[in-house]
């Protein structure tokens, strides 16, 4: 029997899927069967380089950062929170091993459903088969107009523009991976912060 909280998560669920696309109830129902819980503790991992991504992801409650090493040092590219679908993108669509890590930053709720499962989903019904072209476009997007940002502004609008957007990240995520995400060193960031009367 689903307690309470899991109940919400699904449905939630079922409610993120719906905001892509109009689905009939029968067929977003008979998808939803296919997503399994995973709890994860913090710093937990969902991937790792090497690793064939064979999930497409959806988080409940918690945080996921996407992120590479580069000579020792961690690279972030994106913070998945509550209500995202995320995956390796590249990775998953492609069939190759990845390049890059998930990792829970928080305890964290996701619910994974298998490429095969979703896929074959995708060819029974035109409306979810819609659903997994915009979520996956949605994701694409998300990383390419934050490698757009990267290079087109500066540190101060990057960072001013991240306490607007998402400002829970920066209670929920430590210092130094916000400092990664925004192209930085904790030194400078610090530094940034410091100027702009933050630290």
């Known amino acids: 029997m689903k307690t309470k909280i899991e109940t919400t998560h699904l449905e939630n669920l079922k409610q993120k899927i719906l905001s892509y696309t109009q689905v009939d109830d029968e067929i977003v129902q008979e998808q939803m069967q296919f997503y399994q ?4 503790k913090k710093g937990d991992t969902l ?3 090497g690793q064939l991504v064979d999930y497409f992801y959806y988080v409940a ?6 992120y590479k090493l580069d000579e020792g040092e961690q690279k972030v590219l994106e913070f998945y929170t509550d209500d995202i679908f ?3 993108l590249p990775a998953y669509v492609k069939g190759t091993p990845s390049n890059y890590y998930l990792k829970a930053s928080e305890a964290t709720v996701v619910y994974a459903i298998k490429k095969l499962d979703a896929e074959n989903s995708f060819k029974r019904s035109h409306q979810l088969e819609r659903f997994g072209r915009l979520s996956m476009q949605e994701a694409f997007i998300k990383i390419f107009t934050r490698v757009e940002r990267l290079n087109s502004r500066t540190n101060e609008e990057r960072y001013l523009r991240l306490m607007k957007k998402r400002p829970d990240l920066f209670q929920r995520v430590p210092q130094y991976l916000i400092a990664s995400y925004l192209g930085l060193t904790p030194v400078g960031f610090s530094k940034l912060r410091k100027r702009l009367g933050k630290g």
Do not use: E, K, N
């Open 37 to 40: 819980r995973m709890d994860l």
């Open 47 to 49: 991937v790792t380089p």
């Open 61 to 66: 409650t918690g945080c996921i950062y996407y």
């Open 86 to 88: 995320f995956t390796d």
